[in-house]
């Protein structure tokens, strides 16, 4: 049987797996490059079979309980982009910063300088790679988009992300505040409770 109390978080990104350690204390999240996983191509329509296929990858290789998270920055000036491009959005293999000028430039080019959008996250745990009972999770954080970037804590599009009632950015948080409202915080929250249940089996 696998071993429960360890995660593998089926994701490259550091900044996603700070924040997985930060919000799941309890388990030893484990990142699935440190096991030689490569992940496939994102070929999913939905972040939901995006962060299944991730899953059921680290899974596969591992043999451990695996996570995987999709999420995305969504704006609806721009038909909703980034969305499920938000990690490739200025080419194939953008850094942050890259993505970060991109969406800056596209908010130019219609004369935004801020506009609304919203985080999302879908967060999918599986057991076995065919799991039947998957544990799913999803958070929503809404915000504006500025072009004006602020702060350099946090990752992607961070600093220019200021979530609604909120005049700090993202990027201007310390860790603990961004999870306390972030897409991936509350994703995290409501699965953490599933967890516990499917643990204690
Ligand atoms: P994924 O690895 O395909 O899920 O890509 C997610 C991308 O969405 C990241 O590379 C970031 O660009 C963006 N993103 C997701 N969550 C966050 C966040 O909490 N802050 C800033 N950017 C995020």
Do not use: W
Not at 58 to 87: E, H, Q, T
Not at 146 to 154: D, R
Request: net charge negative; glycine share 6%.
């Amino acid at each position: 049987m696998a071993d429960k109390s360890t995660i593998v978080v089926a994701s490259n990104n550091p900044g996603k797996l700070k924040e997985f350690a930060l919000l799941l204390p309890n388990f030893k999240i484990i990142s699935q490059s440190s096991l030689n996983i490569t992940p496939e191509e994102e070929l999913g329509e939905t972040f939901f079979e995006n962060s299944l296929q991730k899953a059921r990858v680290a899974n596969n290789v591992s043999g451990m309980i695996s996570l995987g998270d999709d999420s995305g920055l969504i704006v609806p000036a721009l038909n909703n982009l980034p969305g499920l491009r938000s990690a490739r959005y200025a080419h194939e293999n953008a850094t942050d910063e890259e993505n970060r000028q991109h969406l800056r430039k596209e908010l130019e080019a219609l004369d935004l300088n801020q506009t609304k959008a919203y985080f999302v996250c879908v967060l999918v745990l599986v057991q076995v790679s065919a799991d039947p009972f998957p544990l799913i999770s999803t958070g929503l954080l809404e915000g504006s988009v500025k072009t004006t970037m602020q702060g350099t804590n946090g990752f992607g599009y961070d600093p220019m992300f200021y979530p609604k009632d909120s005049n700090l950015s993202l990027g201007e948080m310390n860790a603990d505040d961004k999870a306390l409202l972030s897409h991936r915080g509350k994703a995290i929250q409501v699965l953490k409770r599933k967890i516990e249940g499917f643990v204690s089996e």
